[in-house]
Antibody, heavy 119, light 107 residues
């Protein structure tokens, strides 16, 4: 079964850093672009960042540009998001999602990992 | 940046009703539009892609249409399992933008 499993969420103080990860299984990870999407408590979905299959193209939403870094390791079937200078408004469930081959909408999603930024 | 606006924000309908949700883009987005359903405590699930293509396994009561800046998701006969929040999404090679969501409640 195609699966994405996020990990690494937790409580972090404002200004701190956190790295979350996504483990992919049952598909050829290196063929697919991947995306992080977040959802603040009681709010809608917000695109965070996307990375192409070979890491050649990387894009960020305006709210995280300069603070977050997306990366992937195709040998380990893993996707990471390094989050620095965290703010209270970064508190959210972070979802890892796969982009459909040849396009950019998301056809497979993980269950999410919760990041809480609070003092 | 392209902005996506959904309407209504909330709707309450009865089982068997025909339901329509609208998504408007601030400029033309061709057919690069997808629809998702998110139930409480769950990840979003893809329903429709490229405006009108039904994702495998999604019931045929769901359909999508539109072009340019105005798009619709229609549920031909609302079922109890269709409650949740629906999101439209614009996508291209370098950006993704979601609508703010439409919460569907079953009367």
């Amino acid at each position: 079964e195609v699966q994405l499993v996020e990990s690494g969420g937790g409580l972090v103080r404002p200004g701190g850093s956190l790295r979350i990860s996504c483990a992919a299984s049952a598909f050829t990870f290196s063929d697919y672009s991947m995306t992080w999407v977040r959802q603040a408590p009681g709010k809608g979905l917000e695109w965070v960042s996307s990375i192409s299959s070979s890491s050649s193209y990387i894009y960020y939403g305006d709210s995280v540009k300069g603070r977050f870094t997306i990366s992937r390791d195709n040998a380990k079937n893993s996707l990471d998001l390094q989050m620095n200078s965290l703010r209270a408004e970064d508190t959210a469930v972070y979802y890892c999602a796969r982009a459909r081959l040849g396009s950019y909408y998301m056809d497979v999603w993980g269950k999410g990992t919760t990041v809480t930024v609070s003092s | 940046d392209i902005q996506m606006t959904q309407s209504p924000s909330t709707l309450s309908a009865s089982v068997g009703d025909r339901v329509t949700i609208t998504c408007r883009a601030s400029q033309s987005i061709n057919s690069w539009l997808a629809w998702y359903l998110q139930k409480p405590g769950q990840a979003p699930k893809l329903l429709i892609y490229s405006t009108s293509n039904l994702e495998t396994g999604v019931p045929s009561r769901f359909s999508g249409s539109g072009s340019g800046t105005e798009f619709t998701l229609t549920i031909s006969s609302l079922q109890p399992d269709d409650f949740g929040t629906y999101y439209c999404q614009y996508y291209n090679s370098y950006s993704v933008m979601f609508g703010q969501g439409t919460k569907v409640e079953i009367k």
